[in-house]
């Protein structure tokens, strides 16, 4: 991965190269493996919130229900955009949804009362409104731009349930809440990636944490990096039918070209999140009657089969696409998506960048892999 | 500079780390030396203009004088902000200046015919508009804060002049205008430091030039990257007379605090840009009858000798507060001014980045020094 020449060894893309050790998210690429805080990704996949998931991000164990019912609560209290923000996502409202992200992300340091403040506490009070403020940007912009008025946060409603409730202007169905909520938990970390790795080192000048999160959502807008949902469900529409999945994956291959939504630069077998988003797409398109979706993605996944003893197995976002897609999203809210579950995950590493200096990033693991207790018995 | 613990080595700070090869730039630390494209920041800084200095930082090499003359056309027709962006500025002018030009430069993305276009002449076109609208961006934001209207731009002033224009709405003389043009030149590029690096980082996820450059700012705004020149006009007020240094600087030391505008990550010797400030400072100070303080900063550097032999020596940020300082300027528009000076190197940057892929970045030399000849010898 690295090539001496003269006497200076480059390290392209920095692969191999760690800069420290983290002890928020740990992965096994080989194994197909990834663990928050030594709890498995399935355990959190099947039987977590996001609110808990973000909990334990951010404090490091699973919440008591005390403790849990307290994170809600202030993870609700800060659903708020100043008014002056929602002047300025009127004022780029017909920009790229990633554009107007990052813009309004960097207007709320503007706002915040603890901007300059870069201690872990006054951190992690700011994690907590753009956690909340984030999903809030990308529906009231989503909002704006069809000529349609914010709609108002529902306390009532969980964070994912309130996010598509935002966006939509109407309830989610429990299914679908859910299913948006299985998505953020899958996207709330994943260690050293390029956003992650960004809000690390403009953490790392003692930048505060707009201007790291503005930054990280910089870095995710590149299609490098988010943009393999959309690129899949590009993909299935351009496919079309199931039966033309075999031919379509081997003119790419035969081209040497990319198939959307396979391979991953860390995982070696199948991102372990992947199997998660599965069993969501395939009861979500027969909930909404159009079932071929599903199809399309298994026949595209059996096609590559051949291919897959060379480590080019599916990833998280090769069914995410299906999911919003199927909710009526457009393609272009399918990286602020993205954005939204990652939010947790950028503002964590923060903390731990200031924490650790002296200057840029990690990539590492650290303890043992942890059993997953359910709340009701963690009381 | 790395800590091996297990089996993995950590290279904290990327120290020592290379990424890529650049052209763009050529720092020899222990000469303490710097070449822009291969000619030196010396030749650059005494017989150079911004718009010299940028077009070569772009181009490659010097320009012909209709070479120069069309870069200035270009550079002076877009000097122009979108109206939404000026409301935009509006909207968040309460913020410290660096949140203000992050989310202005975010916003200027919504508005740019190329935005998503990241072809060497599309990314060229918008590094021209980036390097005119910065400037604007923070002087506008300094009227509107006082309650002024922005300054029309005018045509007949080069890059330097126009900014002390538009930010103080008077003509500057043409020795302020030379030392702001200087300042510019020697700010200009410095190779893979914090804000070059993450624009290098978020491009490499082929994010667009705003969305890199926006993220180049974040870093900037950390007090460990840009705010040298700010604590060091903190620092000579708190001093306030030149008699009063060495004791100043003794308790420092003693306490084993760090003197604010000595040393840097890369030199080992003297910031070789620092000289050419030293001497707009002495003129400066003597020309608004205030010499005391280049005499306090040049009593700081006398009490700082004994510790240049380990390396501390004075670097470009020393002198620049000052020069500031004497015009006027606030202090909180000391980084943003940096920005302003930077902003041709971060294109450049992203530039070569889109070139080389993939993923991230580089620090490193190539091509031999160059001697700089004079535009007139140049025809």
Chains 1, 2 share one sequence.
Not at 40 to 62: K, P, V, W
Not at 85 to 95: F, G, L, N, P, Y
Not at 190 to 204: D, E, I, L, M, Q
């Amino acid at each position: 991965m690295s090539d001496a020449t003269d006497e200076v060894q480059i390290h392209r893309g920095l692969q191999g190269v760690y800069f420290d050790r983290s002890e928020v998210c740990d992965i096994d690429g080989r194994a197909g493996e990834l663990w928050y805080r030594g709890y498995s990704i399935h355990d959190l996949a099947q039987r977590s919130t996001f609110e808990e998931a973000s909990y334990l991000l951010f404090n490091g164990d699973l919440p008591t229900s005390e403790e849990l019912g307290r994170w809600t609560r202030e993870l609700v209290a800060a659903r708020t955009i100043p008014a002056p923000v929602i002047e300025v996502i009127r004022s780029v409202k017909d920009a790229h949804p990633m554009e107007v992200l990052r813009t309004a992300v960097s207007a709320l340091g503007a706002f915040d009362p603890d901007v300059a403040d870069n201690s872990p506490e006054a951190t992690l009070r700011k994690s907590v409104r753009l956690a909340s403020q984030v999903p809030l940007i990308v529906a009231a912009h989503h909002r704006i731009r069809q000529g349609l008025e914010p709609v108002e946060p529902d306390p009532d409603l969980g964070h994912a349930a309130n996010f598509l409730w935002v966006l939509e202007g109407k309830r989610p169905s429990e299914d679908a809440a859910r299913l948006m909520d299985l998505d953020l938990i899958l996207h709330a970390e994943h260690g050293t990636n390029a956003s992650s790795f960004t809000a690390r080192v403009v953490a790392g000048t003692d930048a505060n944490l707009h201007a790291s999160v503005t930054a990280a959502v910089a870095a995710l807008s590149g299609p490098a990096h988010g943009g393999a949902a959309e690129n899949v469900m590009k993909m299935a529409m351009e496919i079309g039918e199931p039966e033309n999945a075999a031919a379509y994956v081997k003119a790419l291959r035969d081209a040497r070209k990319p198939v959307m939504g396979f391979g991953h630069r860390v995982y070696r077998t199948e991102d372990p999140r992947a199997r998660h988003m599965r069993e969501g797409v395939k009861r979500l398109s027969e909930e909404k009657g159009e079932p071929k979706w599903y199809a399309i993605l298994e026949a595209v996944v059996a096609a590559m089969k051949p291919y897959a003893r060379l480590g080019v197995n599916v990833n998280v976002d090769f069914y995410a696409g299906v999911v919003y897609y199927l909710h009526g999203i457009p393609e272009d809210l399918f990286v602020p998506i993205f954005a939204v579950g990652r939010t947790p995950g950028w503002c964590v590493q923060v903390v731990e960048q200031y924490r650790q200096h002296p200057h840029p990033p990690a990539h590492a693991l650290s303890g043992a892999p942890r059993d997953y207790v359910p709340i009701e018995g963690a009381e």
